[in-house]
């Protein structure tokens, strides 16, 4: 059985940093690639950041490229979003998914896994 747990979230006044981690399960972790995407109220889903299965290679949405950092640890089992100069507008729920293809992407319908998400809330 598959798991995709995200934690880190939290209440952070702008301009503030968050380090969100995401631990899967039940996969063969190494060979997946991994994502963020977030959702705010009344909005759609979108793109956060993604990183291949090596970690070589890494994408980012423009609205955080700079401020956000993705990365992870094949040996944990752990991909990470680390998120500084938080702005208001970053609030929204946070989702870790996992791709068997490896590349990362920015495409959600790649992904397989899906967690729960965790909530990020950035306050003015």
């Known amino acids: 059985q598959v798991h995709v747990v995200e934690s880190g979230g939290g209440l952070v006044q702008a301009g503030g940093s968050l380090r969100l981690s995401c631990a899967a399960s039940g996969i063969t972790f190494s060979r997946y690639g991994m994502g963020w995407f977030r959702q705010a109220p009344g909005k759609e889903r979108e793109f956060v950041a993604a990183?291949?299965?090596?970690?070589?290679?890494?994408s980012y949405a423009d609205s955080v490229k700079g401020r956000f950092t993705i990365s992870r640890d094949n040996a944990r089992n752990t991909v990470y979003l680390q998120m500084n100069s938080l702005k208001p507008e970053d609030t929204a729920v946070y989702h870790c998914a996992a791709a068997f293809w490896g590349g990362g992407s920015s495409d959600p319908l790649v992904y397989n896994y899906w967690g729960q998400g965790t909530q990020v809330t950035v306050s003015s």
């Open positions: 990183i291949g299965s090596s970690g070589g290679r890494t």
